[in-house]
């Protein structure tokens, strides 16, 4: 399991750092012709293919009965589930931010009908904990679907996503759990560091070294955290496939085989 989990997170912050080299060259590309237009296009469809795969794996590679590499031919088969997680995660940051933005609007209705029905002239905690809540509907739950429709979707294409069990998988509180504590860790971790730098750092060449420095450090922390995310929702992937192979009237009328342990996490 270390040996595994030691290759997965090479193969996250190996990942991860192409996915930021093509980034960085679609900011570079300028957009004044058809020919970069176009340059621009294939970067971007190269970057939804790579994040499928990088993803597709850390997500599949749990399953101990499967060699990393054997996954890829599984995954670039299926590589274009990636749109769909997308387009999941999307409506999540769509309504949430649509909810964020109604609250705001009517924060001031909102204290007075509480000052006007209870009594209660101080509401800011019920702003904060609003707040909290919509957070945690797009970057626990909203993050878990689109994460188990992607494995879904590579694991077993339209028959594993249309079967909905991984709905109820990453729904789960154990899931939720996870999710929201890897999140949270990088939110008040990594993120809050980066700008950090001691003040009695001397203006010379220390500076960028030790930037340069604290940045790879914290690009492991966060591909660590995210590598929890992604154990969280393939185990229970795994486990969703799992149910949806013994749903099947043919498995049923096979009873169990002596294979089945095999395709267990």
């Not at 609003?130 to 992607?150: D, K």
């Not at 003040?199 to 940045?215: D, M, V």
């Not at 009328?253 to 395709?263: C, F, N, V």
Request: charged letters at 10%; glycine letters at 8%.
């Amino acid at each position: 399991m270390i040996r595994r989990s030691m290759a997965i997170l090479a193969w996250l912050i190996g990942g991860h750092a192409i996915l930021g080299g093509l980034y960085w060259a679609l900011l570079q590309t300028p957009e004044s012709n058809v020919f970069t237009l176009a340059v621009s296009a294939l970067l971007v469809i190269g970057m939804l293919l790579w994040v499928s795969i990088v993803e597709g794996v850390g997500l599949l590679a749990w399953r101990r009965a499967r060699p990393m590499r054997g996954l890829l031919a599984d995954i670039l088969r299926r590589v274009w589930w990636v749109v769909p997680a997308l387009l999941v995660f999307g409506a999540v940051w769509w309504a949430t931010g649509a909810l964020f933005a109604y609250f705001a609007a009517h924060a001031g209705e909102i204290d007075a009908w509480f000052i006007a029905n209870a009594g209660w002239v101080r509401t800011a905690w019920l702003h904060t904990t609003i707040g909290w809540v919509l957070y945690f509907v797009r970057f626990a739950m909203g993050l878990s679907l689109a994460l188990a429709l992607l494995a879904a979707g590579l694991r077993g294409g339209a028959s594993g996503a249309a079967s909905f069990v991984w709905v109820r998988r990453a729904l789960s509180w154990r899931t939720l759990v996870t999710v929201s504590a890897a999140m949270f860790a990088i939110w008040a971790g990594p993120w809050q560091l980066a700008y950090w730098r001691p003040a009695s750092l001397p203006s010379t060449w220390a500076q960028p070294a030790f930037a340069g420095a604290k940045l790879c450090v914290l690009f492991v922390v966060m591909n660590a955290l995210w590598m929890v995310v992604l154990w969280a929702v393939g185990q229970e992937a795994s486990r969703s496939a799992a149910e949806a192979v013994e749903a099947t009237p043919e498995r049923a009328a096979r009873g169990p085989q002596p294979s089945d342990e095999a395709t267990q996490p």
